[in-house]
């Protein structure tokens, strides 16, 4: 196979994400795998990978656009944009309609407004702590010794409509202990983090809009953050065929597209 | 490893060290010294009364910043906080204190002095905040020196000659106190040179400023929070008004030959509230690298007072003290940062709440949100903190900031 392929890679603070499209935008390689302690070897095996699938090789890749905290580490990326750009991007492909996108990360939740023509006219990303985010998802869950996925399962099972009030992710533990004492039902407690969580993220919304989508890979995983939002918001909220790719999508699409020629030079600060 | 450093480095710079220095040796010898005597005062206090009494003036938040810049806040703050001090309360007088208790300063380092200079008179105006007012009265209780003040009327909407005779009566009864405790008397010709002096310097301070105005500017947010020092600790004094003649005279040759603090400067964008003193510098890169200008901010301009006209020094002083941004209420300070945009080109404006000053944050009553709505403008708030780095995330505001420049290029596309 020799046509052109553009590249996404998202490499996030919990997984790498890369997506490989051709010249017609189709989607043609994906792959997800842990950031872990190396990104530079996480970025390589999901391009490694992602490439395996679209049956290509390094040298069909036109043009690559890397996104995502660990951006800074895809070497052979042309241009880096950040994830909040790319995940309005990915969403408006699937969506072309879409007003509003909620992208939970693992460590940071970003609502991101687009005007009717598509552009981006605001965006709010979570204060600096785990509150509203897959980090406060996974600890709990982790206190109660439950993965991600047997949380989700109990929380739609729910029939209460409990939530928990604490935001902060360590003040939520004892509340979870608080209200096991009570004897409230697991289910119900489980409902109502994820309720926390679309309350913090409901406080991010500057403006309501019925065109909501929501990316990242809590919504990929966890069907009870979807509905937990659609209660919050009161309207129905689209869930993208691959969420958790949204942003690796919209760099892939970024990386494919005419007006993003121009490059820009990045930055030498090293973040810490 | 050597550094480039990205910036187009203004040559006064050199000058203003050799200023700097002078200035806290100074401070240093007229702590040792019994004949003379020095006077702490809060940064927008009464320090002309100071001067013109024969008061060496030294001002604390400039030793707050300094220990911020340098990153050491965080090593002094939980020994303030030990004793009492909220976490959460202004990290410029947590640092402080804290560097007192533990007995160690960066002006040991920077200037080989003993630390800062030991007051005889502590003075304070609350038209910036209360904070001053108790950060003041921790050193008067340690060193037994008295602790005086002014308190304005706050968050004024138009200021009215009836609260600038009251700030004018405050400053009289002030006099009085300190010229009873000290056997001193004001000479009022002394007052008015030193507020012709003061008025003087402020007002090329905002030529300064101005010539951010070109395209590109000439100078930058990052810039201007470094040269603002002699406006705030030289004021009043012949020295201030020499160097800020010098640097203009530098910027207004930028701004014939198009030179711009950015080269190829594409954004201009508006610094609403404290700079991030620990994380000036990557700040200052990060923007360099998007070629974005910081070309205006409130926090620059706070010492840009109107000028004297010559007839009543302590009406001018009176007046300048609380017609500052910081001491005005919601619609006002709303005009003026839309003048500002308006002046400066402004393409984005970024709001910096600090979480331990709530009083130069002013994203937290809606402004941000109704300045966007009504001028279409884009407004990022960023989180963060003057001083204690703790409060700040270096990699989601890069971000943060990253996409807020993607928004501005996508919306002028
Ligand atoms: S204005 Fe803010 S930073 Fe300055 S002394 Fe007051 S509380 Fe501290």
């Known amino acids: 196979m020799s046509e052109a392929l553009y590249v996404g890679v998202d490499v996030g603070s919990s997984a790498t994400k890369c997506v490989i499209i051709d010249e017609t935008a189709t989607l043609v390689g994906h792959h997800v795998n842990h950031s872990g302690f190396d990104y530079a070897d996480a970025v390589d095996m999901s ?9 290509g090789t390094l040298e069909d890749i036109t043009r690559c656009v890397a996104t995502g905290y660990g951006r800074e580490h895809v070497k052979m990326a042309d241009r880096q944009v950040t994830e909040i750009t790319c995940h309005a991007r990915g969403a408006r492909e699937w969506y072309p309609q879409v007003r509003t996108i909620i992208d939970i990360g693992g460590q940071d939740t970003k609502v991101i407004r687009l005007s009717e023509e598509g552009r981006m006219v605001d965006y709010r990303m979570n204060a600096k702590c785990a509150a509203g985010t897959g980090t406060f998802l996974e600890s ?9 996925s047997a949380l989700d399962e109990l929380a739609m099972a729910s029939s209460e409509q409990a939530v928990l009030n604490s935001y902060c992710t360590v003040f939520a533990g004892t509340e979870v202990i608080e209200r096991i004492k ?8 489980s409902m109502g983090l994820f309720r926390s969580i679309a309350a913090r993220i409901s406080e991010m919304l500057s403006a309501r809009s019925d065109a909501v989508a929501v990316t990242g890979g809590v919504a990929a995983h966890c069907r009870a953050m979807v509905k937990a939002l659609e209660e919050m ?40 | 490893m050597a550094t480039t450093i990205k910036r187009v480095e203004i040559e006064s710079r050199r000058e203003l060290s050799e200023l700097m220095r002078d200035q806290f040796l100074s401070l240093d010898a007229a702590a040792r010294d019994s004949q003379r005597k020095v006077a702490w005062c809060t940064s927008v206090g009464p320090c002309e009364i100071l001067s013109a009494m024969g008061f060496e003036v030294y001002f604390p938040e400039n030793h707050g910043a300094l220990l911020g810049a340098r990153r050491l806040s965080h090593e002094f703050i939980p020994r303030a906080v030990s004793i009492g001090y909220g976490a959460e309360s202004c990290s410029y007088m947590n640092s402080d204190i804290g560097s007192t208790l533990m007995g160690h300063s960066p002006l040991q380092d920077v200037f080989g002095i003993a630390g800062p200079p030991k007051p005889d008179l502590l003075v304070y105006s609350t038209n910036q905040c209360r904070e001053v007012q108790d950060w003041w009265s921790f050193y008067g209780q340690r060193d037994g020196a008295p602790v005086m003040g002014v308190c304005p009327p706050t968050h004024l909407g138009e200021v009215t000659p009836e609260q600038v005779a009251f700030v004018r009566g405050q400053l009289e009864q002030l006099i009085e106190r300190i010229e009873q405790q000290f056997s001193l008397k004001l000479d009022y010709d002394r007052l008015r040179e030193v507020v012709t002096l003061s008025s003087r310097a402020s007002t090329l301070w905002r030529q300064v400023l101005d010539t951010a105005t070109a395209h590109p500017a000439a100078l930058s947010f990052f810039d201007g929070v470094i040269h603002m020092a002699p406006v705030i600790l030289m004021r009043g004094t012949q020295k201030a008004i020499d160097y800020y003649e010098t640097l203009l005279n530098e910027l207004n040759r930028r701004v014939e030959k198009g030179t711009g603090a950015v080269p190829d400067e594409l954004h201009r964008i508006y610094w609403e509230g404290m700079p991030i003193w620990p994380k000036l510098r990557e700040l200052s890169e990060k923007f360099y690298d998007l070629r974005a200008i910081v070309a205006a901010s409130t926090y620059c301009n706070s010492w840009a007072f109107d000028e004297f006209d010559g007839d009543d020094p302590l009406e001018w002083m009176a007046r300048t003290s609380i017609e500052i941004f910081i001491n005005r209420d919601e619609p006002v300070k709303q005009r003026f940062l839309i003048e500002m945009f308006d002046k400066f080109a402004i393409d984005g404006v970024i709001f910096h709440n600090a979480r331990t000053c709530p009083n130069n944050t002013n994203s937290r009553f809606g402004m941000s949100e109704r300045l966007r709505e009504e001028l279409s403008i884009p407004v990022l708030v960023i989180d963060g903190d003057l ?27």
């Open chain 2, 387 to 413: 001083s204690d780095v703790r409060f700040f995330s270096t990699a989601q505001t890069m971000t943060n900031i990253e996409a807020f420049i993607e928004q501005i290029e996508e919306l002028q596309r």
């Open chain 1, 47 to 55: 391009i490694r990978r992602a490439l395996r699938q679209a049956e």
């Open chain 1, 233 to 272: 918001l009161e309207t129905e909220v689209w869930l993208p065929p691959m969420p958790q790719h949204a942003g690796a999508y919209g760099a892939a699409l970024l990386a494919a597209s005419q007006e993003d020629t121009q490059r820009r030079s990045t930055s030498h600060v090293t973040h810490r």
């Open chain 1, 182 to 189: 009570a004897g409230q039902r697991r289910e119900d407690i």
């Open chain 1, 140 to 148: 709990t869950a982790f206190k109660l010794g439950l993965s991600l």
